[in-house]
């Protein structure tokens, strides 16, 4: 390995311009035609018609990886042309690994490696290196870079990542049909040598599958594989590098493939025939037997569908599929009876759901199996000779008197005797007997259809050898009757008749009833009675259908007259004995149009005027009364106003006003009067200038003293004349003042001589005549007082 080392390190200094690359560039030589050189200009020798080749010379180093030698790995030679070999010039290196993993000679510049490489961990390393005088410590050109490359050896094998691997493919598949893909990597240099070309071979698994060299795919090497013979197979794949020549490294992996299931196989049942015992007494709808065809597919290859063949006995049986486990279930579909048929035998066919049409050619993918069944024999109840039983009595029949009898039968091979017995929870139990043992039923009691027309009861038969097997069944027992009521008239018992009625005219339509039976289970008569049969009134009309119809004979009746008849109806019914009544219905006269629509059948109606009815007579009073009740509301409203205006109480006592009838001031007194001024006297008005009238003088506001209690008439009159005369917002003088007076309590005070401290006896009102002509009124009306000289009230 270090020969080959050296020996390329040689060569590539001869080729690269090392030592045998001149110095001073040739003419024909450009930039363009040097590769991997580094142009160094020196200081002070720089031209524009000379190129400098760089003073020392190296491209790219290599060392081998791995390298076990006892001395360091040489790995090149660093010379500057300034270097003349007299020690004056000192190499120094930098850069990756620089001192740890190479060094330099400093006076050689020969690079060493010491200590071994792997290719896998660094490739490759860049350094720097640089001549520097030994002296001056000056570098005596630029620092340089480089690169020394880890030369690669076949020192791994080839890996499967992604191993182990598992496949499958489908059974009975042909050759070459596609498996798996596998591959394998190799860590060394792909660029250098064959160390990384990778060659795939089978070491375990032939000849079943084969696998690509180059590309690693798995195929199928045989026909026809079959997963029901062998369904696993292990393949052990190798990959070699070095092109797979002697002494490569090699890497192994394990690949697992399964055979996937496909419907190549019909389900077979393992025998011929399946021998079933079935007790008679199973339940219809129970499972009562399994049979299995084997498929030996695997999941929905191997589902199977059970039918069973038309045939003897298939019609009392139905099979199913059990999905778990994929039996065919029988089931029953009628009950059996050991009695009747002993044994019963089918055939079941078993086949696949889903087919593979690929496969056809081998066969019909079904198989055929025969069943037989045998019923064993099961103690069973009495069975009773009907499902239901019906039966008649007449009504008051003597008690024990038989009626009908049940007979239950015990069908078993041995056959039992059987006893009977009412179920005495029903409603029947106290009506009816039985005979225990020759199942008679009679009566127990007298019946009444009028009460209780059916009885509905249930009889039991159980064995004597064991009285725990019983069966039951109903009984029917409906009473007849007997004619022992008479027909009677329906309603309604009483009929209108028009006054204007002519003979022959039906008025009524009747018919009967009767408590024996329904209406449509007898046939009723209809005719009037022999006292009411002369010289007739009205007659009955039979209609032959049960009902009959009530006949006029008369042209015309008269209420004021005869207002009711009384018509005795005799009914009879066709039972036996014959059964009859006499009915009396009512027939009332009404008034009617001449359309016979009925007016009136009210017997004061008789006596009212011919041209009003008494729907007319209603409305009239009904307007009267409405009339009387708006009169009564309107005086009502008018004294109600009335007694507004007047005194309500003794305390609520105020003048009288005399009107007289006298103009205002016209529109424009706006101020006239204030007549709140009157009704409180205590409120101050503002001195206010009058625009209607002129006054006689002015003064100032008047100031006017608080009235006291109980003070007269009299000193009241003069103080509010006197307010009057002087005030400017007075009403003017021929406009009428009101001395209204608010009561006891009241902030105008009192105007009343009630309660005062003098008595009108002292009051003097002959200044009111001096008032004027305005005035004679009130003077009059208190000078006739003054003469008359009432009493005094305290």
């Known amino acids: 390995m270090l020969t080959r080392n050296c020996l390329s390190l040689l060569l590539w200094v001869l080729f690269d311009g090392g030592l045998l690359t001149p110095l001073q ?42 390298y076990m030698g006892s001395e360091p790995q040489y790995v090149g030679k660093l010379h ?34 010491i200590r071994s490489l792997d290719r896998e961990e660094k490739p490759f390393y860049t350094l720097r290196a640089q ?47 596609y498996v798996l893909q596998v591959k394998a990597t190799d860590a060394d240099d792909p660029t250098y040598g064959n160390s990384a070309r990778v060659v795939y071979s089978i070491l375990q698994g032939q000849p079943y599958f084969s ?136 055939k079941v066919e078993a086949s696949n759901v889903h087919l593979d049409h690929r496969f056809h050619s081998a066969g019909p993918f079904k198989d055929t199996a025969t069943v037989k069944i045998s019923v064993l024999d099961v103690d069973e109840p009495p069975v009773f000779s009907k499902p239901l039983y019906t039966m008649e009595v007449y009504e008051d029949t003597p008690v024990g ?33 039985i005979d225990a043992t020759e199942g008679t039923v009679a009566t127990n009691e007298l019946l009444d259809r009028e009460s209780t027309a059916q009885y509905n009861f249930s009889i039991i038969a159980s064995k004597v050898s064991n009285p725990l097997l019983s069966s039951r069944v109903n009984i029917l027992i409906n009473v007849l009757d007997v004619n022992e009521f008479p027909p009677e008239i329906s309603v309604p018992y009483e009929t209108p008749v028009c006054e204007n009625a002519k003979p022959g005219q039906i008025i009524q339509i009747v018919s009967a009833a009767d ?34 119809g009530i006949e006029t004979r008369r042209n015309g009746y008269s209420r004021r007259q005869q207002e009711l008849y009384f018509l005795p109806v005799v009914i009879e019914d066709s039972s036996y004995p014959v059964q009859s009544s006499t009915n009396t219905m ?94 409180n006297p205590k409120v101050i008005e503002d001195n206010k200038i009058r625009r209607d009238i002129k006054p006689d ?29 002087v005030d400017p917002t007075a009403p003017p003088y021929d406009s009428l003042a009101t001395y209204a007076y608010e009561g006891n309590g009241s902030v105008a005070d009192s105007l009343s001589s009630i309660e005062s401290l003098t008595t009108e006896a002292d009051q003097d009102y002959s200044y009111l005549t001096d008032w004027g002509p305005r005035f004679k009124v009130l003077a009059d009306m208190f000078g006739e007082e003054e003469n008359y000289n009432p009493d005094k009230v305290t």
């Open 25 to 66: 560039p040739q003419p024909q030589q450009t930039l363009a035609t040097e590769p991997r050189e580094n142009v160094i200009y020196l200081p002070g020798q720089r031209s524009h018609f000379h190129r400098v080749k760089r003073g020392w010379v190296w491209n790219q180093f290599f060392v081998l990886e791995e």
């Open 80 to 113: 500057s042309d300034l270097d003349k070999g007299e020690g004056t010039v000192k190499y120094t290196l930098s850069g990756d690994g620089a001192g740890t993993v190479f060094t330099i000679d400093e006076t050689t510049g020969d690079i060493h490696a």
């Open 131 to 177: 001549a520097v005088d030994i002296e001056t410590r000056k570098p005596l050109e630029p620092e340089s870079e480089f690169i020394i490359k880890v030369q690669d050896i076949n020192d791994n094998e080839p890996k499967f990542l992604d191993g182990p691997y598992i496949a499958s493919v489908p059974e009975m598949s042909p050759v070459g049909a």
């Open 211 to 346: 696998i690509d060299p180059k590309t690693g795919v798995i195929r199928t090497a045989l026909p026809n594989m079959d997963r029901e013979v062998k369904e696993q197979y292990q393949v052990l794949i190798q990959a070699k590098d070095m092109g797979g020549q002697l002494g490569g490294l090699a890497g192994t992996t394990i690949v697992n493939i399964t055979l996937t299931d496909v419907n190549d196989n019909p389900p077979r049942f393992p025998k011929s025939i399946f021998h079933l015992k079935v007790p008679e007494s199973s339940p219809v709808g129970s499972a009562i037997g399994r049979i299995r065809a084997v498929d030996p597919d695997f999941g929905q290859n191997a589902e199977i569908e059970y039918n069973i063949v038309p045939g003897d006995g298939g019609n009392l049986f139905d099979i199913v599929t059990d999905e778990d486990t994929q039996e065919g279930v029988i089931k029953l579909k009628k009950p059996l009876d050991f009695e009747t048929k002993k044994a019963y035998t089918f």
């Open 401 to 433: 008197t038989i009626i009908g009898a049940v007979t239950a039968q015990d069908l078993d091979v041995g056959s039992s005797a059987v006893r009977y017995l009412i179920d005495w929870k029903s409603d029947g139990d106290s009506y009816f007997t």
């Open 515 to 548: 408590r024996d039976l329904s209406p449509a289970g007898q046939q009723f008569s209809f005719k009037l009675s022999p006292e009411a049969a002369i010289k007739p009134n009205f007659t009955v009309r039979d209609f032959r259908n049960n009902t009959a």
């Open 586 to 679: 009512t027939i009332r006269v009404c008034r009617c149009d001449s359309d016979g629509t009925i007016l009136s059948c009210n017997v004061e109606a008789i006596f009212l005027p011919v041209g009003l009815s008494t729907g007319a007579l209603i409305a009239i009073l009904l307007c009267i009364v409405i009339l009387l009740a708006i009169v009564v509301l309107y005086v009502a409203l008018r004294r109600q106003k009335k007694k507004d205006t007047l005194m309500t109480s003794k305390e609520d006592i105020r003048d009288n006003v005399i009107h007289y009838d006298d103009e205002g001031g016209g529109e424009e007194d706006t101020q006239a009067f204030d007549i709140g001024a009157l009704r």
């Open 697 to 725: 003088s002015l003064c100032l506001p008047r100031q006017r003293p608080p009235v006291e209690d109980n003070t007269d008439i009299r000193d009241f009159i003069n103080q509010r004349l006197q307010e009057n005369d």
